[in-house]
């Protein structure tokens, strides 16, 4: 690299490092606001792997952030009284998460897409209502009451959610999460990146765009398949380990359907199978809902002088519309794979 | 034995909503290979018109016997439902009849949530009770009992399926509409207009949903925003069951699926009961103690059936019980 792209790239961390500071004076809220997006982008691009890069369209992708954050939950949380370290647990939850996604996708990946799509989405209603049940006879989930009191994360003796002053700078628990996930993201990235290039990566577009020609090319499908499923399952898992962390509170109610919606629509907008595209996509969706929470009530409010649309429902209808008219104008996503544009704007 | 019987009365009913819901998810496959995901939302519209509809009349107070009010409602919801399906077909399918398949089943996700909004800004967040507005006749069958709305449904529904049977095997546009199934482009060159003929399908399919949703919301006395999510993956399950693209398969799937739902509900409770394993008996003895017992799977479950079937009938049977077809296709 040139000096010129060290001197871009040096900017860029450093702005990255610097971001949770400046939020924070603007409001926690938005350190916050902004973890939670990091978050989703993680998500975003664990169902990448599946969606974008193997072309398997996974509908209940929520269900394995729910097997992460529940196994997060359940070892780490005064509900059995066990404290098991976070190193432990989160490798546990993704590994929970990659072998729930390899025995969901095992009968079904043999089929036409379009049945995989609504097993998975099957699928992650049945987590829900087993997360919602599963406190009778034997109280596992605890219900929809969910599980409080999670431990947050503690590193070499520092916990997470006190507040440190490190050179007269305040840290607060909501930014110190922020620089693990912004390490874990970078991780995510790296491997995304490399997996694109790899010889599984290949195989996974290949199968994407021609099965039986990838088939005769000699790739196994089911078992490239099966690892993408697997793979993607895995980042689902870990995420859901973070964001247990994060809140200290698991409940079934994070892990609807209208979630797993929400992460395709990133990845469909940003552009699948481009990594980038769909890093800017999950922005994008993350940080929109939230500036129109701020906005929507106060113009409505001046306008009608009441509200007339939730911003909740104003969201859900952006997500639904994006889907739509990213399809219908420019199916291959915001920010397309150069290889994913030939193949979605080609006329069968 | 009683409640057997009851269950199977339950089963049915329930299974002939799901025939209904199912034909319109199976006609579309059948013609376009698309599975229509905001098949499940035009039921819940069709619901919810009804209901209001219904409500109004019955706020009006005119002396109108029930079967009139609840035709009022089907009367006012087809048309409504055909439009969205509709404008589905023409805003959200067609212009993607050509691309990749993982496009139409994206649109469909999005429109299906736009409806869902839709339905959530006109009628609100909080579950709306049907008006009570017949009173529930109960007739006594061999120790269990069938209801007046129950011998509707299931009457109508068979009367719909049959009907539906006669247009698509004995009339002309019946016959293009299993033309274009076949192969559109030579249905096309025999003159059929495949367009048209696609969105017919979506219509009469948008239809049945509407009668459908009012069945459902009169059956369960109950109708929300939400509730054509579940439905359509239901009644979707039902049509693979049966072989999806087959509409013979279609209704025995839904009947089925209502049966094995009803029954599973009905009985799992009492098979998963621990007391009554006599090997974990001993472990458990304090909880079963005076006639106690712990129930592992109760009915809340029920969902989970459906689900199950359909998973099972993908590993065994991808076709379905009727299908021929073998669903690879490139």
């Not at chain 2, 299974?15 to 035009?42: D, R």
Request: aromatic share 10%.
């Amino acid at each position: 690299m040139s000096t010129k792209k060290w001197f871009g790239l040096a900017l860029v961390v450093l702005a990255l490092l610097a971001l949770p500071l400046v939020l924070t004076s603007v409001g926690t809220a938005w350190v916050r606001i902004t973890n939670l997006a990091i978050l989703f982008v993680f998500l975003a691009l664990g169902l990448n792997i599946v969606v974008g890069m193997a072309g398997l369209l996974d509908l209940g992708y929520i269900a394995f952030f729910a097997v992460g954050a529940y196994v997060y939950a359940l070892l780490a949380s005064p509900h059995f009284g066990l404290h098991l370290p976070f190193w432990i647990i989160l490798p546990l939850g993704a590994l929970f998460a990659g072998m729930a996604g390899a025995i969901l996708g095992a009968p079904t990946l043999r089929l036409r897409g379009d049945y995989l799509a609504i097993v998975t989405l099957g699928f992650g209603e049945i987590v829900r209502i087993f997360m919602n049940n599963l406190s009778q006879p034997f109280n596992i989930t605890n219900g929809p009451k969910g599980i409080t009191l999670i431990d947050g994360l503690n590193v070499a003796g520092m916990n997470f959610t006190a507040t440190h002053t490190l050179f007269g700078i305040p840290f607060t628990g909501p930014a110190k999460y922020y620089y693990v996930l912004l390490i874990l993201l970078t991780l995510v990235i790296v491997v995304n990146l490399r997996l694109q290039k790899s010889r599984i990566g290949r195989a996974w577009v290949a199968i994407r765009e021609d099965e039986l020609a990838a088939k005769a090319a000699g790739i196994n499908t089911r078992n490239m398949k099966l690892l993408a499923f697997a793979m993607g399952a895995s980042f689902g898992g870990t995420a859901g380990g973070m964001f247990a962390a994060m809140q200290g509170f698991v409940s079934p109610e994070s892990f609807i359907l209208h979630e797993s919606i929400l992460v395709l629509a990133m990845v469909v907008l940003g552009g699948m199978g481009n990594v980038w595209g769909v890093l800017a996509g999950a922005m994008l969706l993350s940080f929109v809902p939230e500036f129109l929470r701020y906005t929507v009530e106060p113009v409505q409010q001046m306008l009608f002088g009441k509200l007339l649309v939730d911003p909740e429902v104003l969201r859900m209808l952006i997500f639904g519309g994006a889907l739509v008219l990213t399809m219908r104008f420019r199916p291959a996503g915001l920010w397309p794979e150069s290889r994913h544009k030939l193949e979605m704007n080609e006329e069968k | 034995m009683e409640i057997f019987a009851q269950q199977i009365i339950n089963g049915l009913t329930a299974g002939s909503v799901y025939a209904l819901v199912a034909l319109g998810y199976t006609m579309v496959y059948g013609i376009i290979q698309l599975i229509n995901f905001a098949h499940g939302e035009v039921v819940m519209i069709g619901g919810m018109v009804a209901l209001t509809v219904i409500t109004t009349l019955v706020g009006m107070g005119l002396p109108l016997p029930p079967i009139v009010l609840v035709l009022a409602g089907i009367i006012a919801a087809i048309p409504i439902c055909m439009a969205i399906g509709y404008l589905l077909e023409r805003a959200a399918y067609r212009p993607l009849r050509h691309a990749p398949r993982l496009a139409p089943l994206i649109t469909a996700i999005g429109m299906s949530i736009v409806l869902q909004q839709v339905a959530l800004l006109i009628w609100g967040r909080d579950p709306k009770a049907f008006p009570q507005i017949m009173e529930n006749q109960s007739f006594a069958i061999g120790g269990a009992s069938i209801t007046s709305v129950q011998i509707a449904i299931i009457l109508m529904s068979v009367v719909i399926m049959a009907a539906l049977t006669w247009f698509v095997y004995r009339t002309r546009f019946g016959i293009a509409i299993r033309a274009t199934a076949e192969d559109v482009r030579v249905a096309a060159l025999m003159g059929v207009d495949a367009n048209r003929t696609i969105a017919a399908t979506f219509v009469i399919g948008a239809g049945l949903a509407a009668v459908a949703g009012v069945m459902y919301g009169t059956y369960y006395g109950i109708t929300h925003y939400t509730m054509g999510f579940m439905l359509g993956l239901k009644a979707f399950s039902a049509a693979v069951l049966g072989g999806i693209g087959n509409l013979a398969g279609a209704m025995l799937g839904g009947i089925l699926l209502g049966l094995v739902e009803a029954l599973g509900a009905g009985y799992i409770g009492e098979f998963t009961d621990l007391c009554r394993w006599p090997l974990v008996d001993g472990l458990l003895v304090e909880r079963c103690a005076n006639g106690g017992n712990v129930v592992l799977f109760g009915s809340n479950y029920q969902d989970v059936f459906a689900f199950m079937v359909l998973i099972l009938v993908l590993v065994f049977r991808p076709s379905g019980l009727l299908g021929e077809r073998v669903s690879e296709r490139a």
